[in-house]
């Protein structure tokens, strides 16, 4: 989930020592860690590793988040050798953007760079209950907060029109406990509680409406861009959220069909911050129930904990490594099958170091830009 993501944690003392310790090689065993190019083995550098997006070409596009900070780095040259779509981990949320009525901050240079290397922008994101500055939704009337909601989206998607492709312009609109109810609102977010995190100021105040005619600001204000609506735990250990998604998306397009042939919502980001108990038959069958729907569908913000409350491992060792590789595999080789209807999967973090869960090491290169078991099980997830 997003929540959590704002800015870089500084690491806790027990966590660097964690990953300094874990400076050990993994041995290049056939059948598990395997590439298909001469030379390149389990903790090869980033830069002598073949790019990983040219292992998807023409099934779909493989991307990664990037910061302003990252341009003219390390960082920023690894992304444009394996990736070729970056998704703003935090400069285009809205309270980055436009903190204070009126006075926008866009990250103009970033998304020049990011163009300029040869890889395409996903925008994130536009509506959300979190990083959202109150004077937006908080004291004001209905109408007002329409006008803010809607004044954010049309000056954002102009600044970014014919650079930004796609744009998630609802974010985690759905409650983790949805209801099972096929009425989708009674499981949107609401503010009936102000201390809890299930709370949404822009139902509150505007009503479930708010969801429609974000994306009919966005449609309007950028009419070739893909818009997307994003949320976490999709799969289908939680069913009810994700029938909940489903039906909302159904129901808003069946409604809204009128935008020069073209759904109004083109597409649903499935977040997928998944551990090592995840079940990929339970992310198959989402994808399938998404799918029907005649919607493309992102893999949004892909990681792997290998290391939580509840996995077998308390430290990432080499059995941890390579049990987090194998669900990668299993992940990718989902994803292959049905490429015809993912337009993007998108790992959320470059490495473990920086990563939001960096306590987890969810990602595929190691603090030192090398690459980790996952990397291979990525590259050739058949083989694997």
């Known amino acids: 989930m997003n929540t959590g993501k704002a800015g870089r944690i500084v690491a806790a003392a027990i966590f660097m020592a964690s990953l300094v310790s874990c400076n050990f090689s993994f041995g290049n065993k056939p059948g598990e860690y395997e590439s298909d190019e001469p030379g390149e083995t389990v903790g090869s550098s980033w830069d002598v590793l073949t790019p990983l997006h040219s292992r998807y070409t023409g099934q779909f596009l493989l991307g990664n988040i990037i910061s302003p900070l990252d341009l003219n780095t390390v960082r920023f040259n690894l992304l444009k050798r394996h990736f070729n779509t970056v998704t703003a981990e935090n400069a285009m949320k809205p309270d980055a953007i436009q903190y204070q009525?009126?006075?926008?901050?866009?990250?103009?240079?970033m998304v020049n760079a990011v163009l300029e290397a040869g890889m395409q922008m996903h925008g994130h994101t536009l509506v959300w209950h979190s990083q959202t500055p109150l004077w937006m939704n908080t004291g004001v009337s209905r109408e007002q907060a329409i006008t803010n909601m809607t004044n954010h989206i049309t000056q954002v998607l102009t600044n970014f029109q014919g650079k930004v492709v796609s744009w998630d312009v609802v974010n985690e609109a759905m409650r983790n406990d949805a209801s099972p109810s096929t009425d989708w609102r009674l499981s949107l977010r609401k503010n009936e509680n102000p201390a809890q995190s299930?709370?949404?100021r822009w139902n509150q105040i505007i009503g479930d409406e708010y969801i429609e005619l974000a994306f009919k600001a966005a449609r309007d204000a950028d009419p070739a861009a893909k818009l997307?609506?994003?949320?976490?735990?999709?799969?289908?250990?939680?069913p009810n959220k994700a029938y909940a998604v489903y039906r909302m998306v159904k129901d808003i397009n069946e409604r809204c069909p009128a935008y020069g042939g073209r759904k109004l919502i083109d597409g649903i980001g499935m977040q997928s911050h998944h551990h090592l108990n995840t079940d990929p038959a339970t992310v198959e069958e989402s994808i399938q129930l998404f799918a029907s729907l005649g919607v493309e569908i992102a893999i949004s913000e892909l990681d792997i904990q290998a290391v939580?409350?509840?996995?077998p491992y308390s430290s990432f060792t080499e059995d941890a490594a390579k049990a987090q590789a194998?669900?990668?595999?299993a992940l990718f080789i989902i994803f292959k099958k049905y490429a015809a209807n993912i337009s993007r999967v998108t790992f959320w973090g470059i490495d473990d170091a920086t990563s939001w869960r960096k306590e987890s090491f969810p990602v595929l290169f190691d603090k030192q830009y090398k690459a980790k078991p996952a990397f291979y099980a990525v590259e050739n997830p058949n083989k694997y």
Do not use: C, H
Request: hydrophobic share 15%; glycine share 6%; proline share 3%.
């Open 326 to 329: 194998q669900k990668y595999a």
């Open 228 to 238: 997307y609506y994003n949320d976490y735990n999709l799969n289908m250990s939680n």
């Open 101 to 109: 009525r009126g006075q926008f901050t866009y990250p103009d240079t």
């Open 198 to 200: 299930e709370n949404s």
């Open 308 to 311: 939580f409350y509840g996995s």
